[in-house]
């Protein structure tokens, strides 16, 4: 962490910015970001010297935290509405000349960065927070703190509670949080998959240049298939994951002798056939990606050539991909949480030799993932 402690003054505004500057650059924060988050903090500095009593200094020091890198700004003063100092212009003169302008710009930048900036007030001390650099590694760091301690606390559980407890510990706190992730993400499978192929097939005017591109998408498609199933199967032969685990052996052998022959059996044809849905609905209900993969590429095709209709269609089916997208990040914004109650569920029911074979298990896919980056 940087820091700096400059008087609450508009003439030491060109001195903090540079310590921002300077500081963000030694974080290597993006120049856009960069130019961004020392626009936003200037702006931020001018609402808080206002505010702040005669005497007073600005705290500012530059956070980087799980890859994200973020401007803190604090001084003493009454409170205030960063929303309203920054879009009213309520630090500035609006008789004098060009005041209006400059309020007007102020409240674009505001609106264009509003998910950048934080304020709160506590203690007598006004404290604006700017996002430089958003923490894209904060996610797996917190799922693998989770993991850690799902673990740990597993053990501890499973050495004091009874069967019974930890039988009811499980069913009515840890598996229904579980469960109720992995239906949240069933939920959006189906409608990410749609709006995403429809919106990039409705780009195609042409069945033509639509088929040259989907013949060669998929010629890739099935060339890196194939190459995933014969790393998948190699890698699988040569580490033997949860070979050393009784129960999860006799358990797989008890579910492979109750599958009969025709189960087993794959009918080639009533696949192909059942690709083609008998009506819209009811790929989406049932989560049939071969169906929803068919119905998106008929729509979007047809979007792609009716014309003067397309272009609102074209805007609502990308909104509705844009609004499952950010669904999507809410819901994987819980994987955390999700891993630590199946963790913690697994190691306190089954104890750590289920958890040294999952840990083998674990090795066997990051071997599998570095062959594929390898290979690709």
């Known amino acids: 962490m940087q820091s700096i402690c400059v008087p609450a003054l508009d003439a030491q505004i060109p001195q903090a910015t540079d310590f921002i500057r300077q500081g963000l650059a030694r974080y290597k924060v993006k120049s856009k970001a960069l130019g961004q988050a020392v626009l936003l903090a200037e702006e931020a500095l001018v609402s808080l010297n206002r505010h702040a009593p005669q005497g007073a200094h600005v705290q500012i020091a530059l956070v980087k935290r799980m890859g994200g890198v973020s401007v803190r700004l604090s001084a003493p003063g009454q409170a205030f509405r960063l929303d309203q100092a920054m879009d009213l212009g309520l ?63 597993g053990l501890i559980l499973r050495a ?16 229904p ?21 429809l919106s990039c097939v409705s780009q195609f005017s042409s069945l033509s240049e639509l088929g040259k591109t989907g013949a060669k998408v998929m010629g890739l498609y099935m060339a890196t298939t194939l190459a995933a199933i014969a790393v998948g199967a190699g890698v699988y032969f040569l580490c033997q994951p949860g070979s050393g685990v009784e129960p999860l052996a006799a358990q797989a052998a008890q579910a492979a002798q109750s599958l009969s022959a025709q189960d087993a059996q794959v009918d080639v044809l009533g696949t192909i056939v059942n690709i083609v849905p008998d009506n819209l609905v009811r790929p989406f209900l049932e989560a049939d990606m071969l169906q929803v993969i068919f119905v998106a590429i008929l729509c979007g095709a047809a979007v792609g050539m009716i014309g003067d209709y397309s272009k609102p269609l074209k805007d609502f089916f990308e909104a509705c991909n844009t609004l499952f997208l950010k669904i999507t990040t809410i819901i994987v914004g819980f994987i955390p949480l999700a891993v630590f109650c199946s963790v ?14 999952l840990v083998g298990f674990l090795a066997s896919v990051l071997l599998g993932m570095a062959c594929m980056v390898a290979l690709y």
């Not at 509003?114 to 007598?124: I, W």
């Not at 039988?167 to 009515?172: C, H, K, M, R």
């Not at 913690?344 to 074979?357: E, I, R």
């Open 91 to 153: 630090d500035m003169d609006l008789d004098q000349e060009g005041g209006e302008a400059e309020s007007a710009i102020r409240g674009l930048l505001f609106n264009a960065y509003r998910d950048k900036l934080r304020y709160k007030h506590h203690g007598g001390r006004s404290t604006v927070l700017i996002i430089a650099q958003p923490a894209q590694r904060r996610l797996i760091y917190l799922t693998l703190g989770a993991l850690a301690l799902a673990v740990v606390l």
């Open 160 to 175: 004091v509670l009874s069967p019974g407890a930890a039988g009811a510990l499980d069913q009515y706190a840890l598996t």
């Open 177 to 197: 949080i579980k469960t109720m992730f992995l239906n949240a993400l069933k939920m959006v499978v189906a409608p990410v998959a749609f709006f995403s192929i």
């Open 344 to 357: 913690c569920s697994l190691v306190m029911l089954t104890g750590g030799q289920t958890l040294a074979s």
